[in-house]
Nanobody
């Protein structure tokens, strides 16, 4: 059973940067696509980014494209989300999620992912 743990959340200033980590255990991460999602109070869960098992495919949500960057190190069973030029609208609980898939596939659809972490909160304010 794959288990995911997010870390790196906290406070950030507008225009600043933070890096989130998603650490996997219980099963080798190499066969899993990883998605990052976020949910702010009163809002629906939003797909932020995803990365395929091979790292050949990455997608970003429109609101973060050009500012956020996803990467993974299968040897360390960790996926990272580098968040730059933070905005107040980036404040949310961020979740990583995983699904077994083909090497070059990932998706920003939350309902495709059966495994989820507990979330880490990011708050952006001045």
């Amino acid at each position: 059973q794959l288990q995911l743990v997010e870390s790196g959340g906290g406070w950030g200033q507008p225009g600043g940067s933070r890096r989130l980590s998603c650490a996997a255990s219980g099963d080798p991460m190499a066969s899993y696509a990883i998605g990052w999602f976020r949910q702010a109070p009163g809002k629906e869960r939003e797909g932020v980014s995803c990365i395929s098992p091979s790292t050949g495919v990455m997608y970003y949500g429109d609101s973060v494209s050009g500012r956020f960057f996803v990467s993974r190190t299968n040897a360390k069973s960790t996926v990272y989300l580098e968040m730059n030029d933070l905005k107040a609208g980036d404040s949310a609980v961020y979740y990583c999620a995983a699904r077994v898939t083909a090497p070059n596939y990932c998706s920003l659809m939350a309902n495709e992912y059966p495994y989820w972490g507990q979330g880490t909160e990011v708050a952006v304010s001045s």
